[in-house]
């Protein structure tokens, strides 16, 4: 496909090789948006890794006339396009937006969606312009710690640190608890990329609730090198365990690992489909940012059903 770049710029797929630089990229376009990085490496590398994303089409790198990365983008349902903040304004956000609805169109791809920050306004309005409509709803949450120590556990629930061991267990128990919400179940190298096999996993700060000998609720946490704040990745209680506190007691838990090691506060995401914003704020945290998750339907391109088609008739 031809995509329409300002004059002296150029776009090649990326590949593993390229993790840093676009770590780079995106922690510049964070730091001028949210005033700190967020997003580490192996957040990148799991992106690239994503099953079903072929790098060499699904993926394209944009440099300047200089030879410097100026933004990317990638398309697998989801979507991402990050443009460096000093190169916003050219017309480099719409090119890439352009590729991502015709990339996905081209493979029969029926809605994409992409996750917008409720204050990048510039980049909201692009999105309403090219037909993406508003999902679902993202917040950050965040407390300052120390937080309210932990809580007894409920009648028959016992609670550890993650061990060596647990990974295949709260794999299970994490995605068991997603699966009313999310689209499709992530197989445990997927899971892990972006949870127990990242180098900044916090085992430490990663409780575990269990009723008996059966493992019912998980937090996986992270905790970033030079950040003063830790970071719950998943939390996920087992179906029949909801309601009695465990993630409430979970989450205490974590809190107060992370301010034993000095931390002055912790964060994390969740979105409006899960249901679960009352529980971290009971908790004592309160809403940092929004964000938006926003939806294209896509026409598949001549001669192709709808992936999703595909899919249910493929199994």
């Given at each position: 496909m031809r995509t329409k770049l300002p004059e002296g710029y150029r776009m090649r797929p990326a590949t593993p090789a390229?993790?840093?630089?676009?770590?780079?990229?995106?922690?510049?376009?964070?730091?001028?948006?949210?005033?700190?990085?967020?997003?580490?490496?192996?957040?990148?590398?799991?992106?690239?890794?994503?099953?079903?994303?072929?790098?060499?089409?699904?993926?394209?790198?944009?440099?300047?006339?200089?030879?410097?990365?100026?933004?990317?983008?990638?398309?697998?349902?989801?979507?991402?396009?990050?443009?460096?903040?000093?190169?916003?304004?050219?017309?480099?956000?719409?090119?890439?937006?352009?590729w991502v609805g015709a990339r996905a169109a081209e493979v029969g791809t029926d809605r994409v969606v992409q996750t917008v920050e409720e204050s990048d306004e510039a980049a909201?309005?692009?999105l309403r312009s090219r037909g993406y409509e508003p999902m679902v709803s993202s917040w950050l949450l965040g407390i300052e710690l120390p937080a309210a120590p932990p809580a007894e556990p409920p009648a028959g629930i016992t609670v550890r640190t993650f061990a060596a061991g647990d990974e295949r267990d709260a794999h299970r128990v994490s995605e068991d608890a997603f699966d009313e919400w999310q689209e499709r179940r992530r197989d445990y190298?997927?899971?892990?990329?972006?949870?127990?096999?990242?180098?900044?996993?916090?085992?430490?700060?990663?409780?575990?609730?269990?009723?008996?000998?059966?493992?019912?609720?998980?937090?996986?946490?992270?905790?970033?090198?030079?950040?003063?704040?830790?970071?719950?990745?998943?939390?996920?209680v087992r179906a029949d365990q909801r309601g009695r506190g465990v993630a409430r007691l979970l989450l205490a838990t974590a809190f107060d690992r992370f301010h034993r090691l000095g931390r002055r506060g912790v964060t994390l995401w969740t979105h409006s489909d899960t249901g679960a914003l009352d529980v971290y704020l009971k908790v004592g945290m309160s809403v940092r940012r929004t964000a938006t998750v926003f939806a294209n339907y896509l026409e598949p391109a001549a001669g192709l059903e709808p992936a999703a088609d595909r899919e249910r008739a493929t199994g």
């Open positions: 390229d993790v840093a630089q676009i770590q780079r990229l995106v922690a510049a376009s964070e730091r001028a948006l949210y005033g700190a990085v967020e997003t580490d490496r192996d957040t990148i590398a799991a992106d690239l890794a994503r099953p079903r994303l072929d790098p060499a089409t699904d993926t394209t790198l944009v440099y300047d006339p200089a030879g410097d990365l100026a933004a990317w983008a990638w398309v697998d349902r989801r979507s991402v396009v990050d443009v460096h903040p000093g190169h916003r304004g050219r017309g480099l956000g719409a090119a890439l937006l352009d909201v309005a692009l190298d997927e899971w892990s990329r972006t949870t127990v096999a990242r180098a900044s996993f916090a085992p430490g700060c990663s409780p575990l609730a269990f009723a008996g000998d059966d493992l019912v609720g998980v937090v996986i946490s992270t905790d970033e090198p030079g950040r003063d704040e830790g970071y719950v990745e998943r939390v996920a």
